[in-house]
């Protein structure tokens, strides 16, 4: 995989609408970090906010926007896991990191509204 192609931790389509229209582009979000990082899972609540879940290595910027909102892992060898919410617009509300010495990893996120 290119250098390039691991940095892209995230590109964030949030498609709102009814399915039976024709949807449209809300807005999208691309991230990236120093080493390696996947998005696991995203949810949206009934205020149209994002919450997406992931894993990563390294250093990684989860916002955004001009801003920077870095989490670092514990260590390079291990996984660690993330949480970040959107609002509506796409700008981060808040994120945060969970690890430690061993390998964390985030499988999916339920709303319960």
Known sequence: MSAILRKIIFIGFCL???????????WVNQYSSS???YIRDIAI?????????????????LDPALGVHNVISHDLNDDDFFITK?????????GFKIGDSLS???VEIELIN
């Open 86 to 94: 959107f609002d509506s617009t796409g700008a981060l509300d808040w």
């Open 45 to 61: 609540d009934h205020q149209t906010n994002c919450y997406v879940v992931g894993n990563f290595r390294g250093t990684l910027d």
């Open 35 to 37: 080493v390696e990082e």
């Open 16 to 26: 709102f609408g009814n399915i039976a229209s024709t949807q449209t582009l809300d």
């Open 104 to 106: 964390q990893a985030a």
